[in-house]
């Protein structure tokens, strides 16, 4: 992964799609391919996409431009992208007894030095979100119902995400991730998930690998599947209240993992203790914000904790409350119609101030507690709308959004005071782009077995 970042004079824009042709031509390239292929699966399979039954494939892109106000140093900075160039499938095998779910993420050419995004960090980047692996998930499901009756089970192994906390923001609907990214999921790893369902309760378990991804073309380290674990458990009141499993819009989720030395892949950093708490409400049911095109809404509220330890002593305490929601109206009619969305997004989160390297947008790693500087406490509300023209195969959405950053410094003394590295108390970060699709992509991003959209 490339790791140097050019310095920008103050004002002066700094286009990465420019930067690197090369690697936009090759995007463009396999996503042409891509979105034929996806094409004629769409064309040759409808009806099974709609029921969930055969092969379902799907391309987007989002291209936009970033400016930030106020960024690290004080700069302001300007940088164009093509962000989340991401193929989704679903497909059946074994005549349908078992279900493959894989994302291809092609970040690591269209992003190697990150997007601005205020107050996130991970994986080694800070104001900066880092680009994620090619292979975003590849997991295998099988699941049962025991004599027929109401109790449903499933089994899930591969690549993917942990079943803790809340949705990958990839498919809600900001172009900026949050900064809680890393305290309220858990993804890209090793892992193997239990679930059972029964109409208004889920529960899942899973076993892992602790390790975070080292870069875009990383695996995680086989040798250490199983170091960690999580539970999740699921109510859905509203299918206890009308008696018709997935007829609830409304879900309440808790959460609890333990990671061993995830910032460390040798095992030698510190451990991490996670809860997460959380209900979510969708009018129409299972739909991704970002590509629903009915009369509908959305919303969101969590709250997730990360407990750094070494042993039985803890080091550091990152807490994080989020309350976002969207609401999605027709508007016009004919050519001219289509969906109008609009957002909102006020999260309240504490992050750690790594060691900078001399790119200040990168920060020393593996990660040990001696590199902690201090912890910021980031206050942001996000604003952001979208239009969304007739449903067709090919998805187009223009959309704008911003978003007001106000860190502060939780702990004082501090070594890093947020006002004087940034040079302003508060940061603007706005952007605007389009984002590109073809085919369903995934409901939600993570869910398997009797977690995901296939019923």
């Given at each position: 992964m490339g790791t140097g970042l050019p310095r920008v004079a103050n004002h002066a824009p700094a286009i990465d799609t420019l930067l690197h042709l090369r690697h936009a031509f090759a995007v463009a390239a396999a996503t042409l391919v891509l979105v034929r292929a996806t094409l004629g699966a769409q064309g040759h399979?409808?009806?099974?996409?709609?029921?969930?039954?055969?092969?379902?494939?799907?391309?987007?892109?989002?291209?936009?431009?970033?400016?930030?106000?106020?960024?690290?140093?004080?700069?302001?900075?300007a940088e164009g992208y093509l962000a989340q160039p991401v193929v989704m499938g679903h497909a059946p095998l074994l005549g349908g007894r078992l279900r493959l779910t894989g994302t291809l993420n092609l970040e690591g050419l269209t992003l190697r030095r990150g997007q601005l995004t205020p107050g996130i960090y991970g994986e080694g980047f800070v104001d900066r979100r880092h680009p994620h692996t090619f292979v975003h998930e590849a997991m295998l499901?099988?699941?049962?119902?025991?004599?027929?009756?109401?109790?449903?089970?499933?089994?899930?192994?591969?690549?993917?995400?942990?079943?803790?906390g809340t949705d990958d923001p990839m498919l809600r609907p900001f172009a900026f991730f949050p900064v809680n990214h890393h305290l309220a999921q858990l993804l890209e790893r090793y892992v193997a998930i239990g679930g059972a369902r029964v109409p208004g309760l889920m529960v899942e378990g899973a076993r892992f690998g602790g390790d975070e991804p080292?870069?875009?073309?990383?695996?995680?380290?086989?040798?250490?599947?199983?170091?960690?674990?999580?539970?999740?458990?699921?109510?859905?009141?509203?299918?206890?209240?009308?008696?018709?499993?997935?007829?609830?819009?409304?879900?309440?989720?808790?959460?609890?993992?333990?990671?061993?030395?995830?910032e460390d892949p040798t095992g030698a950093g510190l451990d991490q203790r996670k809860s997460s708490l959380a209900a979510r409400w969708a009018s129409g049911g299972d739909a991704a914000p970002v590509t629903e095109s009915r009369r509908g809404g959305y919303a969101l509220l969590e709250w997730a904790r990360t407990d750094e330890r070494r042993g039985a002593r803890r080091a550091f305490r990152y807490q994080s409350v989020l309350?976002?929601?969207?609401?999605?109206?027709?508007?016009?009619?004919g050519p001219l119609g289509g969906t109008l969305s609009v957002a909102a997004r006020a999260e309240r989160t504490g992050r750690p101030e790594e060691e900078r390297m001399l790119d200040p947008f990168r920060t020393v790693r593996p990660h040990f507690e001696q590199n902690v500087l201090g912890i910021t406490e980031w206050r942001i509300l996000t604003v952001a709308a979208?239009?969304?023209?007739?449903?067709?195969?090919?998805?187009?959405a223009p959309f704008v959004e911003a978003a007001r950053a106000r860190p502060r410094a939780l702990v004082r003394p501090s070594v890093f005071e947020p006002s004087l590295f940034y040079r302003a108390p508060v940061q603007w970060t706005v952007a605007a782009g389009v984002r590109f699709g073809v085919g369903r992509p995934h409901a939600r991003m993570g869910r398997y077995g009797v977690a995901s959209d296939h019923r």
């Open positions: 399979g409808d009806h099974a996409a709609r029921t969930h039954d055969g092969l379902r494939l799907s391309a987007d892109v989002t291209a936009l431009a970033v400016r930030a106000a106020h960024a690290p140093e004080g700069r302001t900075l499901s099988a699941g049962a119902r025991p004599r027929g009756g109401p109790l449903r089970l499933s089994a899930a192994a591969g690549k993917g995400f942990v079943p803790f080292q870069g875009p073309w990383a695996w995680p380290r086989a040798s250490r599947f199983g170091e960690g674990w999580s539970a999740r458990a699921t109510a859905f009141p509203l299918e206890l209240a009308r008696g018709a499993a997935g007829a609830g819009a409304l879900e309440l989720s808790a959460s609890r993992a333990e990671v061993p030395s995830p309350a976002e929601a969207a609401l999605w109206r027709p508007v016009g009619a979208a239009l969304r023209p007739p449903a067709g195969r090919l998805r187009v």
